[in-house]
């Protein structure tokens, strides 16, 4: 009886270690499903960093229009402050012209991004270009104007630039407030919110110094 017994109980002993074997099998095959746990977990990343690619390009025609027009804009500015340096007399002014190159030009840059990744022209930069081109735009100087500022020096500068400064930041204001209320590219709304922020402020600061605030 008891190698029958043991007969018995030995198919029994392995057809639990079969189940045992089955469960480690199982338990391992959880392990690895952990690598597969993990693919899982990093599809909803790549979906994530794949919508925020998507998100990141969403823009329209403004945007393209907006960065487009403020890219002549602000380089007309950064060329109407770099007159400054040698031409104020007014340290005021040349501090507010330092402020206004270093402010702009890393926006142009941004904006020159943003228009070669949407595969859009970038408006070309030609040094000592004829500026009655973008004379309709909203604040631009035409070229008589840029003359003018280039030809003075001393007070008369300074109250000419702090004049055509105004005029061109009001015209950026307005341009910056058209991408806020039409654009849907979020970085380009963002730079338009912040070049309303930072030119009214400087509009005000210049107005001082013209003995209008």
């Not at 089955?22 to 990343?45: E, I, Q, Y």
């Not at 104020?88 to 040349?94: D, Y």
């Not at 930041?169 to 991408?179: D, I, Q, R, S, Y």
């Amino acid at each position: 009886r008891g190698r029958i017994g043991v007969r018995i109980r030995g198919p029994a002993a392995l057809a639990t270690t079969a189940v045992t074997a089955a469960l480690v099998l199982a338990a391992c095959g959880g392990d690895n499903g952990d690598d597969s746990g993990s693919a899982a977990k990093a599809s909803p990343t790549a979906s994530a960093a794949t919508g925020a690619e998507a998100t990141a390009g969403a823009h329209n025609d403004q945007d393209v229009s907006f960065a487009q027009g403020m890219i002549p804009h602000h380089r007309q500015a950064v060329e109407m402050a770099g007159m400054a340096a040698s031409r104020a007399s007014s340290a005021q002014v040349k501090d507010l012209a330092s402020r206004i190159e270093k402010a702009q030009d890393p926006e142009i840059e941004t904006m020159s991004g943003w228009l070669k990744a949407w595969g859009e022209d970038v408006p070309a930069d030609m040094p000592g270009m004829d500026h009655s081109g973008h004379a309709g735009m909203a604040g631009m100087m035409d070229q008589k104007d840029m003359d003018e500022l280039a030809d003075a020096s001393g007070k008369a500068f300074d109250t000419k630039f702090l004049t055509m400064m105004v005029e061109h930041h009001e015209g950026a204001v307005k341009m910056a407030g058209t991408e806020k209320e039409k654009g849907r590219y979020a970085p380009a709304t963002k730079l338009a919110g912040d070049i309303i922020t930072a030119q009214q402020a400087e509009i005000e600061e210049m107005n001082k110094l013209l003995g209008k605030g």
